[in-house]
């Protein structure tokens, strides 16, 4: 029994940590730049803004941050079918 709250005592440890990261990650930021095209991303792999002659368009950000965070869904699922993610790293705690 202790080592199962022990190990659920971990598993709150790696979620804080997993928020921090992703906290940091957020910050970090990078601008690219084409033609009449301008697009800012995060760290956490997230658009912050797309700009086509000068004009924001949110509604094509938006779009493409779902799609990004389906397809990272779908690859973790993936991965856990594979018998990767947390769980393999945590040795199937």
């Known amino acids: 029994m202790f080592d199962k709250l022990k190990q659920g005592k971990d598993l709150i ?3 804080q940590q997993a928020k921090k990261l992703q906290g940091e990650l957020e910050k970090i930021e990078h601008t690219e730049e084409s033609d009449d095209f301008k697009v800012k991303v995060n760290g956490a792999q997230n658009l912050v803004y797309i700009e086509v002659a000068g004009e924001e368009n949110t509604r094509l950000k938006d ?3 779902k799609a990004m965070k389906n ?10 079918e594979m018998g990767g993610g947390l769980s393999g790293l945590l040795g199937g705690m």
Do not use: C, E, G
């Not at 397809?71 to 856990?80: G, L, P, R, T």
């Open 71 to 80: 397809v990272q869904k779908k690859s973790a699922k993936k991965m856990m």
């Open 63 to 65: 779009l493409i941050n």
């Open 13 to 15: 440890k790696l979620r």
